[in-house]
């Protein structure tokens, strides 16, 4: 998107013009961003200071919950000021960095997930071999892996469009700076930064969707197999959190790449994102721990001992 025309900001138009749905939208964005952080930080302190979450799960677990407070901080504040202000305008430079940060957090949150299936097919189907398999270097190795893939897939397109031309408008039709409203702005030709783009974005959603529909199939043989109706019960409650999270996920992908009338099409993209964007990582930390009765009984519980304790000393 490079200035060739003294291009120095672009004009984000947001969701509404209506003071009272601003006033609303604000307050909406504002505790859910809160509760988001608040929530994902919890769970970040508590799988760093509890002994009995030291496990694989509970480190990609820290990471994903470190993914969702980068990816909510990089759109969110911003847009709430906007909201507050009344200042639509974003410069060139921070129009970029927002779109790489958004486009490498969410690609890595892809990763990341498919990771997940494959350590919940570990723990299940190979219990024996579990902590040898998941040790250490290997959960840091695919950690690192989730973010070099983001980084392999967003780079050829960012790249591409960092030559991008914007002659006739500045207006972007969105809460945030999205590649599609960017792309229907600029005056340069952009039929292979489209294609790159959906190519990116398709091998994405296939390549981890297909990791954890594999992971499942072989998680949920394993489980029918299962004599006792307990064991059952105890395998499908260990992986039933990460099903949840990634329903939503990949249920809200599928949604807005399932094109309603062209006329629509803006808005109800716009509305999915902020979705996404404040809603998902806010809902996330409690479904992993109201569902998880070793971070309730043993992590939440015992940190609030030992802050009472400190207290009282």
Known sequence: MRNQTTLTTFILLGLTDDTRLKILLFIFLFLSYILSASGNLTIITLTLIDSHLK?????????????????????????????????????????????????????????????????????????????????????????????????????????????????????????????????????SDTWLIEQMVIVCAVLTFIITLMCVVLSYIHIIRSILKFSS???????????????????????????????????DEVAINKGISLLITSISPMLNPFIYTLRNKQVKQKAFKDSIKRIALLSTK
């Open 229 to 263: 109706a307990q064991q059952r019960k105890k395998a499908f409650s260990t992986c039933s959190s990460h099903m949840i999270v990634i329903s939503i996920t990949y249920g809200s992908c599928i949604f807005i790449y399932v094109k309603p009338s062209a006329k």
């Open 55 to 187: 496990t694989p799960m509970y480190l990609f677990l820290q990471n994903f919950s470190f993914l969702e407070i980068s990816f909510t901080t990089a759109c969110i504040p911003r847009f709430l000021y906007s909201i507050s202000s009344g200042d639509k305008s974003i410069t060139y430079n921070a129009c970029v960095s927002q779109l790489l940060f958004t486009d490498l957090f969410a690609v890595t949150e892809f990763f990341l997930l498919a990771t997940m299936s494959y350590d919940r097919y570990v723990a299940i189907c190979k219990p024996l071999h579990y902590m040898t398999i998941m040790n250490s270097k290997v959960c840091k190795n695919f950690i690192l892996f989730c973010w070099v893939a983001a980084l392999i897939i967003i780079l050829p397109p960012l790249s591409l469009g960092l030559d991008l031309e914007f002659c006739d408008s500045n207006i972007i039709d969105h809460f945030c700076c999205d590649p599609s409203p960017l792309l229907k702005i600029s005056c």
